[in-house]
Every structure is written in structure tokens, then in C-alpha cells.
């Protein structure tokens, strides 16, 4: 593991020392004004932002990201339109995008990761690449220097997640229940044993996602972890009201939440 941490894993650190939880939520890249968006979350107190880039397939999420990836791409967005346009934006926070290692393979690994550096994002998240085959990938993400964030399942035994909290940078990416991404009725008691056992594990800034869908439940599992991922109820907004504005009042009342 390099001594220095990176620029997202500094800000989570950051935002820890200070006593206080991260927020960091997901955009899809390419749907209605996303760049805008992104501003617009930097501005209502994100830590750190994860961009989606939209895959036909896109075997973790639920109903409301699968649209939003559908609209993206029927947009015309591609990978590279999404990567050149975080390259033109300075928003002051950390971006890591979030794809399907579909994308990665096809970039090539090591161009995909130095694209990725080149255009100022400090992180990627590849949630159906598991850790057993992850090393090609980490390898080469390492030497351009971008954070590669590792989820960990609650199925996952303590001697797995060990491993996984060895081998991820930036933090560790605790997945909050079995399922797909979605808004639900209430946090699942998995979320917050599943923070717990990470937090036992490491001393990486560890963020749930994944069913945490309102601020009260963002609250609820930052009682246990560092921070808290939210993805579909963003998302829900930009398919909905669709504004930045409306995006940033609703990543302002996560933030009050945590606060």
C-alpha cells in the first residue's frame, strides 16, 4: 500500500478527523444536465462524488439507475464523452467513477486507468470485478495513481473481507444489503453489522451503500461507519425533477442529516 494516501482517501480522512461522517453521492453520467449536477452536489456538501458511466448492463443496479443508464445512452453518451467532460471540470471535491469492468477491459486496463488520471479522477469503482481477479486491474490503477475502491458484501467471510480491506484504496466500500441498488422502506439491519465488522477490520474510511436511500437512514448507519453512499435516491431525482438545484437541495438534507 503507497504511505500517501490518495486524493479521495485524504478527503474521507479529512472529513473523519474532523469529527464528522462523508457523504458521497452518485450522478449518472450523460443524463439531462449531469455536469451541472455534479456542481450543484460539490456545492451542498458532497465529500466526494462517484459518476456513474452508463453500461448497457449494469448488473448491480436496480430499476431507477437502469433507466438512468438507458436515458444516458440513448443520449449518445459514450465512456470517453463522459471521461473528457470530467477532465473540463474543477469542482474542488474528489470524482471516482463507478462502471462495469466490461469498460475497463475494452479501454485496455492500463489506458483505461491512465485516462482516468489524466482527466482528474481519483478513483474507480468496478463492482462486478471480484477481488480474486482484481490484480491485473489494481496493478495497473495503482501505477497511474487512481484509487481503486473494493466493495464488500455482507456474505463476505472476516478472512475475505480482511483481504479486501488490504487491497482497496480510497475507502472500503461496504455494501449495506443482498439485492441491487434501490430506495427502500427502511435500512437494513445488515447495513450497520456490516459497518461494524469493516470498522473492526481496518482503519480505511469505511462508507456504506446500497439501500441507503433517505437521510434518516444515512444517519443511521453512520452511528457505525464513516460515511454513507447514496445512489438511487439521487438518481430518482435527476429522472424526476431533474434540476441541479433540486438534486443539491436534496444532497443538503443528507448533509444535515450527517451534521
Not at 473528457?84 to 470524482?95: E, N, Q, S, T, W
Not at 485496455?108 to 471480484?130: C, H, K, N, Y
Not at 441491487?180 to 439491519?189: I, N, Q
Request: aromatic share 4%; charged share 20%; glycine share 14%.
Amino acid at each position: 500500500m503507497s504511505a500517501e494516501p490518495g486524493p479521495l482517501e485524504a478527503a474521507l480522512r479529512n472529513r473523519r478527523s474532523q469529527g464528522g461522517k462523508a457523504l458521497v453521492p452518485y450522478v449518472t453520467g450523460g443524463l439531462g444536465d449531469w455536469q451541472a449536477t455534479l456542481s450543484a452536489a460539490a456545492d451542498a456538501g458532497a465529500d466526494a462524488i462517484e459518476v456513474g458511466i452508463p453500461f448497457s448492463d449494469p448488473v448491480m443496479d436496480g430499476p431507477v439507475i437502469q433507466e438512468a443508464n438507458d436515458r444516458a445512452l440513448a443520449g449518445g453518451i459514450t465512456p470517453q464523452g463522459v471521461l473528457d467532460a470530467l477532465g473540463r471540470l474543477d469542482i474542488g471535491i474528489p470524482l471516482a467513477v463507478m462502471t462495469y469492468y466490461n469498460i475497463a477491459f475494452r479501454f485496455g486496463l492500463e489506458r483505461f486507468a491512465s485516462v482516468l488520471a489524466e482527466q482528474g479522477v481519483a478513483a474507480a469503482i468496478l463492482p462486478d470485478l471480484p477481488l480474486e481477479e482484481a490484480g491485473p486491474w489494481s496493478e495497473a490503477a495503482d501505477a497511474a495513481g487512481v484509487e481503486t475502491v473494493l466493495l464488500a458484501a455482507p456474505t463476505a467471510s472476516d478472512e475475505r473481507l480482511g483481504r479486501i480491506c488490504a487491497r482497496t484504496r480510497g475507502f472500503v466500500y461496504g455494501v449495506g444489503l443482498l439485492g441491487v441498488t434501490g430506495v427502500r422502506g427502511e435500512l437494513a439491519t445488515s447495513a450497520v453489522v456490516m459497518a461494524k465488522r469493516l470498522k473492526q477490520m481496518t482503519d480505511l474510511p469505511v462508507l456504506v451503500g446500497v439501500g441507503v436511500g433517505t437521510p434518516e437512514q444515512a444517519e443511521e448507519v453512520c452511528q457505525v461507519a464513516d460515511g454513507a453512499v447514496v445512489g438511487s435516491a439521487v438518481v430518482r431525482c435527476m429522472l424526476g425533477e431533474g434540476s441541479p438545484m433540486a438534486v443539491g437541495e436534496l444532497i443538503g438534507q443528507f448533509r444535515r442529516a450527517l451534521d
